[in-house]
RNA sequence: GGCCCCAUCGUCUAGAGGCCUAGGACACCACCCUCUCAAGGUGGAGGCACGGGUUCGAAUCCCGUUGGGGCUACCA
């Protein structure tokens, strides 16, 4: 386990906004390939552009990994640290006449494409020998014939005719690296040997390819361009327009290891049917070969469904440890001090079974913390108002539990023994006891509730529930 | 417009010429279980975009069409 291998790939996100699931992903497949390789996996932000740029965002990128426990053993780097190194790089290209100065404005570029049938800058500078310095940006110099072909590990051999692939800006008139000038030097200086990014970038990769090998005589890198995720309309995922962020994600409650999950089985999956993989089976068995080339759908039923599976497995004790900071948040519907920490953890397997999200916890447990108790009035006129015996229910259970063990056995018999009296079933006698005592329809099992809310509160409660309802009648 | 990518149930996918009467999962529906709601169990509906080839045989290979997507900045 200790061999080493030569595998080294880069995630190199740009800190331009929220960070969100796609790039969890790309992150995701890269550690996958360089944990199974016992290669290095490094961070690099691509700040190149200052004014896009925030640190903000980067923090944001630190803080999701984190969570969702990407590990990097290189970096972080920054772009935007690195200018030596791409000034060095741009002096080479124009040494050896791979790159020239153009000073031609965007308008006038225009102007000339109009007249012809191939879109793109058309080389006006090509030949023009103009001294590169300020005001003036860099361009690449592609040559004029034959193919460029980039072999990618999940699309094949992609061509690209040089003839399509315009004389590309490398520096900006203001000094600036670009983008695709700075990955490729980058790449070339930290010895990356599997580039693995979004579908997104195919096409900007043949002129990565030119300006490597104008640059270096090491080896290509192995590309591996990923399937973009999309939204309900199959579009690419964006930053502005959905709200997929993965923090997100984190403040809804979901646990990082069932976004990982998910997120892995969103362009690959294992030869047989298991959905169910933990870190150490997709290590082992993930293959770029085998991703999937067509865009998925970043659907969060499904998300859902394996959020409340992992949920479901952890022990009681993992789960009251997940769940503690979403019962002590400040938004939380109880007055903060009134939390007790042995009754939730009494209630804790019951509501671990029926949440997708640990956000959705504090609304289960609201009953027993929040005093005073209100009903909303919608739901206390349906179950106390529509029907006749409800207030008789609610008076003869008043007067049982008061003398009543309070243990949910015991209530449970109660209860069916006064549902006896009107001739209904358990079902239809503990309604409106539940929404007495529990302000909702819905919610937790009743008698553990009842039970561990205690008789004096139940009493109260029942009290309230039949006073409301004696004057409303 | 140009360049490039893609195409199996609504969704995520299995499928690398006969094992496919196309399998699984989510979602949906029904039933069971059940103190509500969930969870769980059982069952159901639902798909190879279309047209040509190649082949004894095609979801699988080839071509085309259609449809979707990405890129097309002195953004990344």
């Known amino acids: 386990m200790t061999t080493t291998t030569n ?10 906004g929220y960070f969100h699931v796609g790039g969890a992903r790309t992150a995701l497949y890269n550690w996958l390939v360089a944990r199974q390789a016992n290669g290095s996996f490094l961070l690099r932000i691509e700040d190149t ?55 031609c404005p965007r308008d006038a570029i225009d102007e000339r494409t109009k007249t012809r049938q191939t879109p793109g800058y058309d080389g006006f500078c090509r030949d023009r020998n103009l001294e590169p310095g300020a005001g003036k940006a860099l361009r690449f110099r592609v040559p004029d014939l034959g193919v460029t072909t980039v072999h990618d590990l999940v699309r094949g051999d992609v061509d690209f005719a040089n ?36 579908e997104e970038h195919l096409p900007t990769t043949p002129k990565a390819v030119l300006i490597w090998q104008a640059l270096s005589d090491t080896p290509l890198p192995a590309f591996a361009h990923l399937p973009v995720l999309v939204n309900e309309k199959r579009q690419k995922l964006s930053k502005r327009r959905d709200r997929v962020a993965v923090e997100d994600y984190r403040n809804l409650g979901y646990l990082p290891e069932a976004m990982i999950n998910y997120l892995c089985l969103l362009g690959w999956a294992p030869n047989d049917g298991r959905e169910l993989l933990a870190i150490g089976e997709m290590i082992s068995e993930f293959r770029l070969e085998e991703v999937n080339k067509s865009p998925a759908f970043f659907d969060e039923k499904r ?31 109880w007055n903060k001090d009134k939390f007790d920490l042995q009754r939730f953890i009494t209630l804790a397997p019951l509501i671990q079974e029926r949440i997708t999200t640990l956000g959705e916890i504090p609304n289960y447990i609201k009953f027993l913390f929040a005093d005073p108790f209100d009903i909303d009035t919608a739901v ?9 015996s409800s207030l008789e229910i609610l008076r003869a259970a008043r007067s049982a539990f008061s003398e009543a063990t309070f243990d949910p056995e015991s209530l449970k018999k109660i209860l069916i023994t006064i549902g006896e009296q009107f001739d209904r079933k358990l079902a239809k006698t503990q309604a409106p006891i539940r929404v ?3 302000g909702s329809p819905v919610g937790l099992p009743l008698f553990e509730s009842l039970a561990i809310l205690g008789r004096a509160r139940v009493l109260a409660r029942l009290d309230h529930s039949i006073m409301i309802a004696e004057k409303t009648r």
């Open 7 to 16: 595998v080294r790939v880069r995630f190199a996100p740009s800190p331009t």
């Open 49 to 103: 552009d200052r004014e896009r740029s925030d640190d903000q965002w980067t923090d944001g990128i630190v803080n999701a990994l984190s969570w969702l426990g990407i590990t990097w053993d290189e970096g972080l780097f920054h772009q935007s640290e690195r200018h030596e190194l791409y000034n060095d790089a741009v002096a080479r290209l124009v040494a050896n006449g791979h790159a020239y100065a153009c000073d």
């Open 163 to 198: 003839e399509t692939i315009e004389d590309f800006v490398i520096v900006k008139s203001n000094g600036d690296p670009l983008y695709v000038l700075a990955v490729v030097v980058d790449d070339v200086d930290m010895g990356i040997t599997h580039i693995i990014r979004a």
């Open 303 to 333: 998300l859902n469904h394996f959020n409340g599976l992992y949920i479901r497995a952890l022990t009681t004790d993992e789960f009251v440890e997940r769940a503690m900071p979403f019962v002590s948040r400040d938004d939380v519907p």
């Open 380 to 388: 206390f006129e349906k179950a106390m108002l529509k029907d006749s």
């Open 436 to 438: 007495a005592t529990m």
